[in-house]
């Protein structure tokens, strides 16, 4: 099974976990749709998630960099496929709700399909694959300590969802736009919390 190289792949493959089972689908399922080799969707969906209105209920943050610190540890080890927790794998999500959030992302994800292309592959293949995975990792660790600081969550998720996109299509250029939303996220959050 070919890996999903763009958004619309992705919405494709979920869709194709919708169709299995009863009327929830579980992580399982879209996981096993987009494939355990499948590293970019891991570092794009939670990235998504933070930038939804999701992402501004207390305590989300915090859970959404549990599962992007394990996943970015896996990728920076190598791991050919990627292991989740049991009680991951077993969290389920009404079939309908999952329906509607990716039929409404269909016209924006094929908006951002248009821009993303195989580029400064270098950034997106050996060395900075690990380099994401570090980047990754920082932006997982800051993520609790952002909750305190008012919309810095938001430069997270997009940093993460850039990072995703960047492995998903080997563009290079939109790795360099995550490192860059990084580093603004970073300058931020320190300045929240110094007050300077």
Same mark, same amino acid.
């Given at each position: 099974?070919?890996?999903?190289?763009?958004?619309?792949?992705? $919405?494709? %493959?979920?869709?194709?976990?919708?169709?299995?089972?009863?009327?929830?689908? /579980?992580?399982?399922?879209?996981?096993?749709?987009? +494939?355990?080799?499948?590293?970019?969707?891991?570092? $794009?969906?939670?990235?998504? *998630?933070?930038?939804?209105? !999701?992402? +501004?209920?207390?305590?989300?943050?915090?859970?959404? /960099?549990?599962? !992007?610190?394990?996943?970015?540890?896996?990728?920076?080890?190598?791991? %050919?496929?990627?292991?989740?927790?049991?009680?991951?794998?077993?969290? /389920?999500?009404?079939?309908?709700?999952?329906?509607? /959030? %990716?039929?409404?992302?269909?016209?924006?994800?094929?908006?951002?399909?248009?821009? $993303?292309?195989?580029?400064?592959?270098?950034?997106?293949? +050996?060395?900075?694959?690990?380099? !994401?995975?570090?980047?990754? !990792?920082?932006? *997982?660790? &800051?993520?609790?300590? &952002?909750?305190?600081?008012?919309?810095?969550?938001?430069?997270?998720? =997009?940093?993460?969802? =850039?990072?995703?996109l960047a492995l998903l299509a080997h563009d290079g250029l939109v790795a360099l736009l995550g490192i860059l939303v990084t580093t603004s996220t970073l300058w931020l959050l320190y300045s929240g919390v110094t007050g300077s």
């Open positions: 099974m070919e890996r999903p190289t763009n958004l619309e792949g992705i $919405l494709a %493959r979920i869709a194709k976990a919708e169709s299995e089972g009863g009327g929830y689908t /579980s992580t399982r399922a879209v996981v096993n749709a987009l +494939g355990r080799r499948s590293y970019a969707p891991l570092l $794009l969906l939670p990235g998504l *998630a933070t930038l939804s209105p !999701i992402g +501004g209920v207390p305590g989300v943050p915090t859970v959404i /960099s549990a599962l !992007i610190l394990l996943v970015s540890m896996q990728l920076l080890f190598g791991r %050919r496929s990627f292991w989740l927790p049991e009680w991951l794998l077993n969290r /389920s999500v009404s079939r309908s709700k999952l329906a509607t /959030s %990716r039929r409404w992302m269909l016209r924006p994800a094929r908006f951002i399909d248009f821009f $993303l292309r195989p580029r400064l592959t270098f950034m997106t293949k +050996g060395a900075g694959v690990y380099l !994401i995975a570090l980047i990754s !990792i920082v932006i *997982a660790l &800051m993520m609790p300590p &952002m909750e305190l600081v008012p919309f810095s969550a938001i430069g997270a998720g =997009l940093a993460l969802t =850039l990072l995703g």
